[in-house]
């Protein structure tokens, strides 16, 4: 029997500039505060990898979403000392308003794929 309840999606965008253990945690630390900040929607929620290229690329994601009316939560890891973002994370989306985040490319799509 196929589900039924509604899909909602959380998009976390990464930087690709930062060794991939750090986007890892930074997107640990940016899914944990947007799951506090923003109610939870009825049915699943998915979560989803996206990559920009670097600090400008991504405030201007985060610029560009919030231009939408995407709720986003940008978050700046304190360790790395120059108070850049290193990971936006939006709200539960349903799929009617997905359309902002489409330009942007999914997660570690450019690198190898796990060996054996």
């Known amino acids: 029997m196929p589900n039924t309840e509604p899909v909602h999606r959380v998009y976390i965008l990464l930087r690709a500039d930062l060794p991939p253990a750090q986007q890892i945690i930074q997107a640990a630390h940016a899914t944990m505060e947007m799951a506090w900040l923003f109610p939870r929607p009825e049915g699943l929620v998915h979560i989803c990898l996206l990559e920009v290229r670097d ?57 190898a794929p796990l060996g054996d």
């Not at 919030?66 to 973002?85: K, L, Q, R, S, W």
């Open 55 to 111: 600090a400008d690329a991504l405030q201007a994601a985060r610029m560009r979403l919030h231009n939408a009316g995407i709720g986003v939560y940008a978050f700046t890891e304190p360790d790395m000392g120059n108070g850049d973002y290193t990971a936006v994370a939006t709200e539960p989306l349903s799929d009617d308003r997905r359309q902002p985040l489409k330009k942007y490319k999914l997660w570690g799509a450019g690198q």
